[in-house]
């Protein structure tokens, strides 16, 4: 088995009661995705600051600034100049293993995006930093992929819905789920399922950056399982009371089953010690009504349970 580095998509959003949220997303985790620079170029002081701030060892990979690819369709001008030479820099100073590249839906379309990322493939150099292209909304042609191979690019992936159609000694997914406006919870199997692509005999390294509401969690539950072979409790109970741990996280009250299941069903909790399931499971078995508090919806569901 290559290397897995496991991560999620960005640190401003570990929480920590005080102190320096880098330095302390580092001590859990060996790698991060900067998100930030797909939005705005960083100055060459926060970059450093960033690389200061981690254990020896930790891995970065940066997001190109959208307006290469979005905007400006790779072709290149002073404007994307300007963008390749402060990605080139980022790169350089975080020691970063990957950047990558989103290619927007309007572009996958595109009946001249092979010769576009030909044209910038062949007249850019990232030095050691692999550049791992993600096709958004659709499906790239062949011809495209072609380019992908050519140039040792990686086909960047959610290995939880695609594998990817570029043979590489280097796994890179971007990982989401199949929830909505990345709301969603990486259940048990599933994590189990991305585990084991990422540890092909094709890939010398896997790097795998968890995305959404619960990416912290979900990476640091497939961290523990390569580690020791089973995945963690997700609170500190199960059966209904491991449930309203985790309706009572967020759960707006008055609400009605059919609202419950909407904004909570997404969640997972703790059925046993052995086993999680998702909340909407459960929740099914309310009686259409509106229910006033948490402890209504709990004694509700011990009624219909037993």
């Excluded at 009661?17 to 580092?26: E, H, Q, V």
Aim: proline share 4%.
């Amino acid at each position: 088995m290559g290397q897995i580095r496991i991560g999620a998509g960005g640190w401003d959003y570990f929480n920590i009661p005080n102190g320096d949220r880098l330095k302390a997303y580092s001590s859990a985790y060996d790698f991060v995705e900067v998100n930030s620079t797909y939005y705005r170029l960083p100055s060459p002081s926060a970059v450093a600051s960033w690389r200061r701030r981690v254990l020896p060892g930790f891995e970065f990979s940066v997001r190109c600034q959208r307006d290469l690819a979005e905007l400006h369709r790779f072709e290149l001008t002073h404007k994307t100049i300007r963008i390749i030479d402060s990605m080139e820099k980022t790169c350089k100073r975080l020691k970063a293993t990957v950047l990558t590249i989103l290619v927007p839906k309007a572009l996958v379309g595109d009946i001249e995006l092979a010769s576009k990322l030909n044209n910038f493939l062949s007249t850019t150099s990232f030095g050691e930093t692999r550049i791992a292209i993600e096709f958004r909304g659709g499906d790239p042609t062949e011809d495209t992929l072609k380019i992908l191979r050519d140039y040792n690019a990686v086909h960047c992936v959610d290995l939880s819905t695609q594998d990817p159609e570029v043979d590489s000694s280097m796994l890179y997914s971007r990982l989401f789920g199949k929830g909505k406006e990345n709301i969603y919870e990486f259940d048990d199997n599933e994590l189990q399922s991305i585990a084991t692509k990422a540890s092909g005999p094709k890939f010398e390294k896997s790097i795998l950056a968890f995305h959404g509401v619960r990416m912290y969690g979900d990476a640091a539950r497939l961290k523990t399982f390569l580690n020791s072979g089973k995945f963690p409790s997700l609170t500190g109970q199960v059966g209904l009371g491991s449930l309203g741990e985790i309706l009572k996280e967020d759960a707006r009250f008055p609400t009605t089953k059919s609202q419950l299941i909407e904004e909570q069903g997404w969640k997972l909790y703790d059925k046993s010690g052995e086993e999680r399931a998702r909340a909407r499971e459960v929740l099914e078995k309310l009686p259409a009504r509106t229910y006033p508090t948490l402890d209504d919806v709990l004694a509700s569901l011990k009624r219909a349970v037993l």
